[in-house]
């Protein structure tokens, strides 16, 4: 969870340095991807009860508005 939970910093920041929309469309996908794995982990700490609901909530729930303005972002760019 580490790993992808930071990684999706590190697409964000490599994508605001693309050379193209399509270049940055790739980079916010990719930051995506690190995103929805984010979520995966989350949701399986949270069911197999190895880590307090109430302290992954917020956590979780901030994976999915981030998720909700990547989708947007890049759709936006998409429709360019």
Not at 11 to 23: F, G, M, P, Q
Not at 33 to 41: G, H, P, R
Not at 43 to 65: F, I, K, S, T, Y
């Amino acid at each position: 969870m580490l790993r992808s939970g930071t990684s999706v910093g590190a697409h964000y920041r490599e994508a605001r340095r693309a050379k193209s929309d399509a270049d940055f469309v790739s980079k916010m996908e990719g930051g995506l991807q690190e995103l929805d794995e984010t979520a995966y982990w989350l949701e399986l700490l949270c069911e197999a009860q190895l880590a307090n609901p109430d302290r992954l909530g917020p956590v979780h729930a901030e994976a999915e508005e981030l998720t909700a303005i990547f989708v947007t972002v890049v759709k936006k760019v998409k429709a360019k």
